[in-house]
């Protein structure tokens, strides 16, 4: 009697397992589809564009809305997450009237090559790639949430003068201050990487790249010249408030940085408090 129970306890253990790893992989993508996303747009009059540029054999997929003929916002989603993040400013008709807004799906989410992490280096270059072949010779500003900081900080970095200014909302960019969670690594270099659910999977991939890959980007911070602003909640408890103090300090040679402190905010500011945001960056309309 008691091997027939350890059988099928570990029959149902082998089914569960399986059960869960064809679920994992097809949810929590938290992406939407392009015809979608249209139609939203066109609910609110408002018309947006999507492409796919391939780089190195990797898709990168994006969204524009606005005039050609004005200056660019350039947006770069947290992790896990996608373009449609920053949907709310792409709709907005106060930015709308002086900006070109872009969107990006970073490598190995939404529609760009979804499930295959990159490294920060080659993640900015694959990005920079949209920059260059959108540009329409009108000032660019980086915007980068969580994640997207040290992103939007590495595309300036390697093409400092494609950009006339960057905001990093939330960012994560010290490398001092990253908490160790050594059982990311568990889920990067196992097979228990597969247990991890959708979009998931790459994030969980890309954290433990990045953890290193600070100590590289923390050496080109000279570079910068350009405004940089830094918008963080003081209540944040995925991404200390101490990064700033960091990007404050690496950033001393600049006289163009500003600092936002968001009392009692987390780290979702770019939803939660969209008008602080939104009016910072209708500050860079004249720049």
């Excluded at 059960?19 to 947006?48: H, P, T, Y």
């Excluded at 770069?76 to 990006?104: C, E, N, T």
Aim: glycine content about 8%; some cysteine; charged content about 20%.
């Amino acid at each position: 009697m008691a091997w027939k129970i350890k059988k099928t306890f570990k029959l149902g253990l082998l089914i569960f397992i399986t059960a869960w790893i064809i679920f994992a992989q097809s949810c929590m993508k938290f992406r939407i589809d392009d015809k979608s996303a249209g139609k939203e747009f066109e609910e609110k009059n408002l018309s947006v564009h999507f492409f796919t540029l391939k780089e190195d054999g990797v898709p990168i997929h994006y969204a524009k809305t606005g005039s050609d003929t004005l200056p660019t916002l350039f947006f770069v989603h947290g992790s896990p997450g996608s373009w449609d993040a920053f949907k709310i400013y792409m709709m907005d008709s106060a930015l709308l009237k002086q900006f070109r807004i872009i969107s990006v799906d970073r490598p190995g989410f939404g529609y760009s090559d979804f499930g295959t992490a990159c490294h920060l280096p080659y993640q900015a270059l694959l990005i920079n790639k949209i920059a260059e072949k959108e540009n329409n010779h009108k000032p660019v500003h980086l915007v980068g949430h969580s994640i997207g900081g040290p992103v939007i900080v590495q595309m300036a970095q390697d093409k400092q003068a494609y950009f006339s200014s960057l905001t990093i909302l939330a960012g994560s960019i010290s490398p001092t201050d990253e908490p160790k969670e050594y059982w990311r690594y568990a889920f990067t270099y196992s097979p228990l990487k597969w247990l991890m659910p959708g979009a998931f999977r790459p994030s969980n991939d890309e954290i433990v790249y990045f953890k290193k890959e600070l100590y590289q980007l923390d050496k080109g911070y000279g570079q910068l010249q350009m405004p940089v602003t830094f918008i963080h909640g003081d209540k944040d408890r995925f991404v200390t408030v101490k990064n700033v103090d960091y990007g404050k300090k690496k950033l001393a040679h600049n006289p163009k940085v500003k600092i936002i402190i968001i009392p009692g905010a987390g780290h979702f500011i770019p939803w939660e408090h969209f008008d602080i945001i939104r009016d910072h960056l209708l500050t860079l309309a004249g720049s």
